[in-house]
């Protein structure tokens, strides 16, 4: 199965604590994506990564941080800078290649800080 | 903020009644999406307007796009209770690497 799947779905974080969410596609796609979603709000992009070993950081990017070592993989950090990280996060793929440029989401992972 | 707009925030119909939903957006694009949100979930894309074209189908989905009112809207025909959902739209960056969503309608179906 082709697909994009992110991990925990469910994760707890302490205050003052760093936490690291997955993301892993088998797409072949190019285009990596983070996003946090608040309740009741629209997607807010945290950063984005073109090409391994290469990102951009999206409008708000403060507090986070990412890799991209592998095509398939893009993990982002939660560190402990990030003063509201209380949210549901999204990752997303898609193939630069062509006009058709649609996303492919994961299932997200819902990160709250006690 | 390039965010789109999406109204109505929330919309109830009945079930075989048409929704409408609309978006507008702030600056030139390549191309607008929409997509589907089930509570809890990750986006599902739906389809995919370009900016050169004004009306799309895909099955019970018809969108339109107003370049020079920067707007489209999203037409549901003949609802189902399935349909229950958030709807959003997306613009595409100048450069057509990021993606800016708007703030979403909630639709729900009522059986």
């Known amino acids: 199965d082709g697909g994009i799947t992110q991990s925990p779905k469910y994760l707890f974080r302490k205050e003052g604590q760093n936490v690291t969410l997955s993301c892993e596609q088998n797409?072949?796609?190019?285009?990596m994506y983070w996003y946090r979603q608040d309740p009741g709000q629209g997607l807010r992009l945290i950063y984005y990564?073109?090409?391994?070993?290469?990102?951009q950081k999206g409008d708000i990017a403060e507090g986070y941080s990412v890799s991209r070592e592998k095509k398939e993989s893009f993990p982002l950090t939660v560190t402990s800078a990030q003063k509201n990280p209380t949210a549901f996060y999204l990752c997303?793929?898609?193939?630069?290649?062509?006009?058709?440029?649609?996303?492919?989401f994961g299932p997200g992972t819902r990160l709250t800080v006690l | 903020s390039q965010q789109g707009e999406e109204d109505p925030q929330a919309l109830s119909i009945q079930e075989g009644e048409n929704a409408t939903m609309n978006c507008s957006y702030k600056?030139?694009?390549?191309?607008l999406q929409w997509y589907r949100q089930n509570s809890g979930r990750g986006l599902v894309h739906l389809i995919l307007?370009?900016?050169?074209?004004r009306e799309k189908h895909s099955g019970r989905l018809r969108v339109t796009l107003d370049t020079s009112k920067k707007s489209s809207s999203l037409l549901i025909t003949a609802s189902r209770a399935a349909d229950t959902a958030s709807y959003f739209c997306?613009?595409?960056?100048?450069?057509?690497?990021?993606?800016?969503f708007g703030t979403g309608t909630s639709l729900t179906v009522i059986p």
């Open positions: 797409l072949n796609h190019d285009a």
């Open positions: 990564s073109q090409i391994v070993n290469d990102f």
């Open positions: 997306a613009t595409d960056s100048n450069t057509g690497n990021q993606f800016y």
């Open positions: 307007i370009r900016s050169n074209e």
């Open positions: 600056t030139s694009i390549n191309n």
């Open positions: 997303a793929s898609s193939t630069l290649r062509g006009r058709r440029n649609e996303q492919f």
